[in-house]
């Protein structure tokens, strides 16, 4: 299971404006990004479709790095999206929340993880979709102690 470590809801707020670059930056030698801004960029506007149903979440755990989700990840999820096969889903499974791929045509949660085993979506368990994965956001920053 990749267990859920906080939960928050989206508060929708005035645009958080970052600089923008008009062209995408290359991830190989360092270039003088500052001579292509041009505009400002609203995350909130990119990220968030559905502000009223949008809620966050971090994770635990490493049963979803196959889909690129690890270990402290930020999760921005979204309950307006009709949640269909193959789509990555926070779940909740007689009371515990969880982040897996849905897999609607055999019943069970997938973790992207070879090493972990499907969950089976029983009849009489408590389960519900709580929301569609929509964007993973990772701390990239190396921090030293």
Known sequence: MMPITHIAKHKSQEPLELPGFITRVPAGFPSPADDYMDKHL??????IKHPSATFYCRVSGDSMQG???FDGDLLIIDRA????????VLASVNGELTC?????NNKCLLAANK???P???HEDAEFSVEGVVIYSI????VRTR
Do not use: Q, S, T
């Open 115 to 117: 090493n972990y085993l």
């Open 67 to 69: 889909a690129g989700i």
């Open 119 to 121: 969950m089976p979506i």
């Open 138 to 141: 990772r701390d990239h920053h």
């Open 81 to 88: 999206v009709k949640p269909e096969n193959g789509h990555v």
């Open 100 to 104: 897996k791929l849905l897999d609607v």
């Open 42 to 47: 609203d995350l909130n506007e990119h990220l």
